[in-house]
């Protein structure tokens, strides 16, 4: 592997123990409510004050000032400092899912908050929210490029292999697949869906729907492999020797068709993470007060939000840099 | 060469006469003609003012129309016999210059005003009144208006008295009854007639009608439509109304309907100035605009609280025959009046006005808030917030509370249920996560579902699979009577629990009796007392948890003259032909 | 040929497919067009069926399939319920200014990134090349939708551009050249989202093409004899790297009519989009059919064109049809 190949692995990696650990490195919990303070912005940081510097920067508490006509603004409480401190007790939550614990990367003490990104309109942490959305969202893009692969794999390597008539009516299929109104069908099935969903079966339907509308290119590229390959030499001597279809798709075809594969899947895993966005502007995706970038986003869609509080818009930022480095990684793995 | 050069020539002029001509002047007032006076009205003539609209009208034909935007275009083009004027809330003559109501309060007779021509010239009389109603009332042609005429199962008779005269004998009294009159357009017969003889009324005036095919009372008419873009309305000259120098009405040469879509769009537009009035802004978009007060010259309207509601809803319903097992369970605990108070105790209003409508709303205890001046209760109380009454209604009631502080029911089950609401309503999806975290408070867990709008609809109105909705009703007019269908437990509107061939409960029955009374009580006090003690039943039982209504924010170009926005719908123009622009004389390239 | 003849009944079967598939679909999405009506305490529910049954929609679906169809045929796609016109008018008319848009997109967007692929890859890692690589990723990368929202921000606050529709309220008033003026500035924001959009994809893709055909044996053996990298290129390499991007100009003429929907949406372009999307959520049942069968209709014919193409300008892939018959 390039040492670029590996570099980009590590970030990936690294983002991704980010948001496993999201609640370790999240100072708050995603869903607690701070209603005095919506859209509050992103605290600042300070290293000096009346007696010096300070190693250890510190913050002020916020407070909201209504002004009679106008929304509000914020100002810091200049009384009070508050040390950012590292490896804090805070709100409870799951490590992985397993162990209950309330240990914190960072975090100050009641009654300041510290705001990296700011609050949303409930008064909400955005930057825990977009830690705990992303482990959603990157999760449905991961497991919906999965499952697209895996249809459009096995589907595209029997079409490509079997040819014929097999081959014409599944691109027939995909050709009809890549046609639909998906819009009327995404409203129809969440109509249908039973109201009492919870968040992780929503997650897998959701995903289930995206990989599934998602298998029809990647089956057209496994298939362009799969013909190429069905007439190469070791493929033909093999079965001159006698080795079943099955043997020779597994062992000779499919492993062709896999690097090719892997470079799509750090294609579409961005592409279905920005599918996840689009659904929600539908809302279509995960609800409330479960976080995921695409319905941290669609708050934005009100204009005078986008104008005024533009540090919501970093799940964008988020998704972008994800999208980039995944980006990368599908460039050096089709020229490595 | 000579002959050509001044044939273009003239031709030339002619058609730069035409340019110039393309602009309506009214007619002046003629002797025999009826005119309302506006004694209060002035302005001066001239420029064009543009709209923004959420969507495309879907036609121009008052009888069928349903969607809002083509019955805000449509109300421009069209006359009332009693119009309700939105800024005092009370009927006014309009085509109807006087009438008479017998001592039973049966029958109405209305003298129409002489002399009074459509927008293509022609006369109008009774003849069309009778006609318009025949329409209107016709089962063929499925209007969604009918509904409105028929009282108790029985058609309003219309007969023609004389040329000017009409008499309307109701089946029974009917409080208000001129309020009804609003909005029923009259039609030209001389053109459309046939098309109703014919059958084919539905097909008439859509939106390619040419403009020679349609005409109104209304202070504008049709000047063109750009399918997908615009609909360019322009001066009706023979507009029945003068203002109080007897200069006709309306001063505009033009209104502009611009199809905008969203209303961020529509802000957006409105700040680079392609529009010139927005009606109906979300208060951020309001603060939005209140800050670039200072760069763009507008005139900002906060009317104060709107006739609507906004409520939770539980499902009552009886789900005897459908398969619905799991809200059928639920139903026990939303049957239990305490488990709703408790509920209404722990939803956290002063939040919701603040943050949902940035402090631009009002918390709503009832159906009737503030907005309605005329008929709202003030005795009803407006308990603060407080978790602690909550648990002790829960408690009351049989539910506790396990070690991981989930409620349970009196058989130990969890208490768990979900809140649909329309996902294209972001306010209302704001308010249940607002509540969602509420009753967090009080151990329930609480999912909240958001559904497109039309298959919300079809959960609450149809298939009743749901456990709880949160939506909106009213705002349509101040009086009761529109709200007949929501109380009444026959209602189609009884949203809590639809299709009820009794009273389900005491309350109900006394409620349906209180809305029915009124219905028929012609003195505005005892109809008071009436709605007051309905209001009070309703306060108490919480067939709907109430949450708060916003306040109606309208904004203007500085330009716009005699902006007056209303609480009552069309927020903004039901003036339009008051409206007139402000500024340098050149801009009034018109009579004055 | 018979394979042009085999790929256009597959087309006519899928368009059948697509048809029956879409009634099935609508079926599916709970509530009709007159749901809208319930929430009006005014009006009865009598009212509300008797209307539902005059549009014919409490049939059962077959009923109503069958009918649409014998109807379909006579190319006459049934009324709007919302408008009270016949469906076809109505789309061909909003097509027209779609396809204005999307037309003048496909032209910008191949000019721009044929030769800014090809020249990436024949300067491969140079500074043209890595920008290229990197600008098109991070475009990519970024939503649609949020491009659209952002770009339409910064053009309402600094006033850089008119918003929405086609033309200007004073469009008729204007000189010819006002009015063509008029149109461009118009047409401007919704065609600069959709271009920066599609040529990030389609840079990346004939960059990859090419970059693949140089890669060949045979190119390496025409350098080494020292033919000029120009006619290298030109003879050599883009023939062969042409039929992948033949394959993608398909994929963009099949997405002619339904490719541009949310930027006509956000940007207010009066095209096919926003009448196709308030069709969609108002139920407004023949005109989303009639409308979804017009799409997929280009769709096809985008992918039968572009497989006709590559028929006549690649030989391997004659030699194949031929084979297979």
Redesign the interface.
Known sequence: MHSRTAILVAALAGLHVILLFAGFVAPYDP?T?D?EL?YAPPTRLHFEDASGFHLRPFVYASMRV?DG???GSYQEDQTHAFPVQFLLHGSSYKLLGLHETTLHLFGVVEPARILVLGTD??GRDEFSRVLFGGQISVAAGITATFIALLAGGILGSVAGYYGRWID?SLM?VT??F????W???L??????LP????ALHTFFLLTGVIGLIGWARPARLVRGIVLSSRNRNYVLAARGFGASDFYILWRHVIPEAFGVLLTQAALLV?QYI?AE??LS????GV???VPSWGNM?SA?????????YGWLLAP?GA??I???LY??LA?AL??G | MKRITGLTLLSVCLLVGACFAAKVNPDSPKPGEELARMADVSGRYGGHLSVGERSEPKTLNPVTATDAVSREVIGRLMGDLIEINRSSQQTEPALAKSWKISSDGRTFTLQLRKGIRFSDGLPFDADDVVFSFGVYMDEAVDSPQRDLLIIDGKPIAVTKVDQYTVRFVLPRPYAAAERLFDGLAMLPKHLLEKPYREGHFAQSWSLNVRASEIAGLGPFRLKEYVPGQRIVVERNPFYWKVDSENQRLPYLDELVFLFVGTEDAQVMRFEAGETDIISRLSAENYNLLAREKARIALQLADMGPSLEYNFLLFNLNDLGGKKLDEVAGKQAWFRDLKFRMAISAAVDRESIVSLVYGARGTALWGNVGPGNKLWINQAIPHPARSIERARELLKSAGYGWNSAGELLDARGQLVEFSIITSSSNSQRMKMATLIQDDLAHLGMQVHIVPLEFRAMIDRVFQSFNYDAAIMALGGGDADPNPEMNVWAYSGTSHLWHLGETKPATDWERELDQLMQQQMVTLDYARRKKLYDRAQQLIAENLPFIFLGTPNILASANSRVGNFHPAVLDPYTLWNADELYVRGPAQENAGIR | MSYIARRLARAVLLLIGVSALCFLFTEMAPGTFFDEMRMNPQISPETISALRARYGLNQPLLVRYGRWVKSALHSDLGYSIAYNVPVAPLLWSRAENTLVLTITTLLLTWLISVPLGVWAASRRGGLLDRSVTLLSSFLISVPELVIAIGLLAAVVRWRILPVGGMRSADFEDLSTSGKLQDFLLHLALPAVILVLCETAVIVRHVRASVLEVLDAPYVQAACGFGIKSGRVLFRHVLPVAANPAISLLGFSLAGLLSGSMMVEVVCGWPGLGPLMLEATLSRDLYLVIGGIMFSSLFTLGGGLIADIMLLALDPRIRREAADAQ
């Open positions: 869903a409510q209603r919506p209504l006509d106008q929304a309109g409930y014409e027939g050709e009809l890549l046609s639909l109104p819009l009327y069908f409203l129809g099935v969440r109509a249908f109201l009492h969903l919870s961005p920005a966005v689009t502007f539908f809302g279509l609800s409330e007060p986003l934005l869609e009100q204009y005078s939000v986008l104008v005024a964008a998704l972008i994800t999208s980039v980006g990368y460039d089709h020229s």
